[in-house]
């Protein structure tokens, strides 16, 4: 049997010996056994004070890297952060330097602002940072706060040492307990009333609470419109004074007239003119004279105003409607444009007249007769002109629901029925016009949503029937205005002045 010498079992002792000691220390310095992981962050912070290396670096408490360096950078203290591989941390990251308990060790804490990308990555600087204050600058503020309340309390000992201290003193606290005591006697006299103020300030504090829940929209609305009128009030005020700087100043006709004794005069003059001018009235001299006092000359007046009247209304019951639109054909991939002018003298019928710009054009046949070796043929040239404006000029009669309209569509005659659904909000409309006997009818039917007012929408399939391949699809939008609308706007187009 193999037996071990003592020399060899002293050198695996102390073998053993140094690999735990090794362990050991490698343990309790933190030095990892393989090189760290993860990827660096720069923090820059006005002060890294008791901030040590290999510090810990904590998310929500979490342990999520160390502090591998600290430098000096322009003044400031670089911390160098090395966070653990698998750690995203986004831009708006804030890092604070901390402190574990009152005498602790310091760490550095990201706090999360935002968990939305962009992260943070390899060498990128945290822009967001907090260095709380340090207990030697609290010490600090400390001291000069306890050296203040000293200069203050010896400046109270000597205003008060001795007998001219001690009398106003004990004149002041006399003065607290004689009100204290007055202030007690009224409060018991006065208890029920003081309850009865108090629960009534509550309820209105509650009503006002509640009122101010309820109508938080509306008083805002109502602040902001008293903001407004006092706005428009305090410029109405500038304006007064103007004014009455300018009167005062002699300028302008009611400045001349209160500043101007010969404008005074001219007018004492002209109020005689018209007070003589009156007397001939009541006389009945003169065409006015005879038109206010002469019976016949009223009653012709009244027969001819009445005349004018009645023509008036009848023109006033004319509606005029102004629209544009538009119609994409998705198989030409071209836009067909309309301006169409309505005037309705009834509301059973309307005259209708519109511009419509086809980008397709219109195709004309004409036919050239030649004569060669006594051979006579006969050719037939196709001509398109693109880009042409086509008129449309109908008139249109309904019954109820059902509208029949007849005359030129798109240059050509035609013939279109409608029908109204949803307070004619909603129509569905065919057309068929261009009878060309050489090839088939133009063929339309569209459907028409009004969502809201001066606004609609269309869709439907034109020239369903063509035998040349013009079938299309479409889908558009137009615009309508009343005539009150044409007013509004016209009225509101500002004029050149001279």
Same mark, same amino acid.
């Given at each position: 049997?193999?037996?071990?010498?003592?020399?060899?079992?002293?050198?695996?002792?102390?073998?053993?010996?140094?690999?735990?000691?090794?362990?050991?220390?490698?343990?309790?310095?933190?030095?990892?056994?393989?090189?760290?992981?993860?990827?660096?962050?720069?923090?820059?912070?006005?002060?890294?004070?008791?901030?040590?290396?290999?510090?810990?670096?904590?998310?929500?408490?979490?342990?999520?890297?160390?502090?591998?360096?600290?430098?000096?950078?322009?003044?400031?203290?670089?911390?160098?952060?090395?966070?653990?591989?698998?750690?995203?941390?986004?831009?708006?990251?804030?890092?604070?330097?901390?402190?574990?308990?009152?005498?602790?060790?310091?760490?550095?804490?990201?706090?999360?602002?935002?968990?939305?990308?962009?992260?943070?990555?390899?060498?990128?600087?945290?822009?967001?940072?907090?260095?709380?204050?340090?207990?030697?600058?609290?010490?600090?503020?400390?001291?000069?706060?306890?050296?203040?309340?000293?200069?203050?309390?010896?400046?109270?000992?000597?205003?008060?040492?001795?007998?001219?201290?001690?009398?106003?003193?004990?004149?002041?606290?006399?003065?607290?307990?004689?009100?204290?005591?007055?202030?007690?006697?009224?409060?018991?006299?006065?208890?029920?009333?003081?309850? !009865?103020?108090? @629960?009534?300030?509550?309820?209105?504090? /509650? +009503?006002?609470? &509640?009122?101010?829940?309820?109508?938080?929209? =509306? $008083?805002?609305?109502?602040?902001?419109?008293?903001?407004?009128?006092?706005?428009?009030?305090?410029?109405?005020?500038?304006?007064?004074?103007?004014?009455?700087?300018?009167?005062?100043?002699?300028?302008?006709?009611?400045?001349?007239?209160?500043?101007?004794?010969?404008?005074?005069?001219?007018?004492?003059?002209?109020?005689?003119?018209?007070?003589?001018?009156?007397?001939?009235?009541?006389?009945? !001299?003169?065409? @006015?004279?005879?038109?206010?006092?002469? /019976? +016949?000359?009223? &009653?012709?007046?009244?027969?001819?105003?009445? =005349? $004018?009247?009645?023509?008036?209304?009848?023109?006033?019951?004319?509606?005029?409607?102004?629209?544009?639109?538009?119609?994409?054909?998705?198989?030409?991939?071209?836009?067909?444009?309309?301006?169409?002018?309505?005037?309705?003298?009834?509301?059973?019928?309307?005259?209708?007249?519109?511009?419509?710009?086809?980008?397709?054009?219109?195709?004309?046949?004409?036919?050239?007769?030649?004569?060669?070796?006594?051979?006579?043929?006969?050719?037939?040239?196709?001509?398109?002109?693109?880009?042409?404006?086509?008129?449309?000029?109908?008139?249109?009669?309904?019954?109820?629901?059902?509208?029949?309209?007849?005359?030129?569509?798109?240059?050509?005659?035609?013939?279109?029925?409608?029908?109204?659904?949803?307070?004619?909000?909603?129509?569905?409309?065919?057309?068929?016009?261009?009878?060309?006997?050489?090839?088939?009818?133009?063929?339309?039917?569209?459907?028409?949503?009004?969502?809201?007012?001066?606004?609609?929408?269309?869709?439907?399939?034109?020239?369903?029937?063509?035998?040349?391949?013009?079938?299309?699809?479409?889908?558009?939008?137009?615009?309508?205005?009343?005539?009150?609308?044409?007013?509004?706007?016209?009225?509101?187009?500002?004029?050149?002045?001279?």
């Amino acid at each position: 049997m193999l037996r071990m010498s003592v020399e060899a079992k002293v050198g695996c002792f102390v073998l053993m010996g140094i690999l735990l000691l090794g362990y050991m220390s490698l343990k309790l310095g933190d030095l990892p056994f393989v090189k760290q992981s993860g990827y660096d962050l720069h923090v820059s912070f006005d002060s890294a004070a008791g901030l040590s290396k290999k510090a810990t670096v904590t998310i929500a408490g979490v342990n999520v890297g160390k502090v591998q360096n600290i430098l000096l950078k322009n003044g400031k203290a670089l911390v160098i952060l090395k966070i653990n591989h698998g750690i995203k941390i986004s831009k708006s990251v804030k890092a604070i330097i901390r402190t574990s308990g009152m005498m602790g060790d310091k760490y550095v804490e990201l706090v999360y602002q935002d968990l939305s990308p962009p992260f943070l990555q390899h060498g990128e600087m945290v822009i967001n940072t907090d260095t709380p204050t340090d207990v030697d600058t609290l010490l600090s503020i400390l001291a000069d706060v306890a050296r203040d309340i000293k200069i203050l309390s010896n400046s109270f000992t000597g205003a008060i040492k001795g007998e001219e201290g001690e009398s106003p003193i004990r004149s002041i606290v006399n003065s607290v307990r004689d009100m204290t005591d007055t202030l007690n006697r009224n409060i018991q006299e006065n208890n029920e009333n003081i309850s !009865k103020i108090i @629960v009534n300030f509550a309820d209105f504090s /509650d +009503k006002l609470k &509640e009122i101010g829940e309820t109508n938080h929209e =509306s $008083i805002y609305h109502v602040i902001q419109n008293l903001k407004r009128t006092s706005d428009k009030f305090e410029d109405l005020i500038i304006r007064i004074n103007d004014i009455t700087a300018k009167i005062n100043r002699g300028k302008g006709t009611l400045g001349k007239l209160i500043n101007d004794d010969e404008a005074i005069h001219h007018l004492t003059g002209a109020l005689e003119s018209i007070d003589e001018i009156a007397e001939k009235i009541n006389r009945g !001299k003169g065409s @006015v004279g005879k038109l206010i006092n002469d /019976d +016949k000359t009223v &009653e012709n007046i009244n027969n001819s105003l009445v =005349s $004018i009247n009645d023509y008036v209304n009848k023109k006033d019951k004319y509606l005029t409607h102004l629209n544009y639109s538009g119609e994409y054909l998705f198989k030409q991939q071209e836009t067909k444009s309309y301006i169409t002018l309505k005037i309705q003298p009834r509301e059973d019928k309307y005259y209708l007249i519109q511009l419509v710009d086809d980008s397709e054009g219109k195709e004309t046949i004409k036919d050239i007769t030649r004569t060669a070796d006594s051979v006579t043929t006969t050719e037939h040239i196709v001509k398109t002109e693109k880009d042409t404006l086509k008129i449309s000029a109908q008139i249109a009669k309904r019954y109820d629901n059902i509208g029949i309209r007849g005359g030129l569509f798109e240059s050509t005659g035609g013939l279109g029925l409608d029908y109204y659904m949803l307070d004619d909000r909603l129509s569905f409309s065919f057309e068929a016009f261009d009878f060309d006997p050489d090839a088939r009818a133009h063929l339309k039917f569209k459907a028409c949503y009004t969502p809201i007012k001066h606004l609609y929408i269309s869709s439907g399939f034109d020239d369903f029937i063509s035998d040349e391949g013009n079938t299309s699809f479409f889908f558009g939008a137009g615009i309508s205005f009343f005539d009150q609308d044409i007013k509004s706007f016209l009225s509101s187009i500002p004029l050149p002045t001279n």
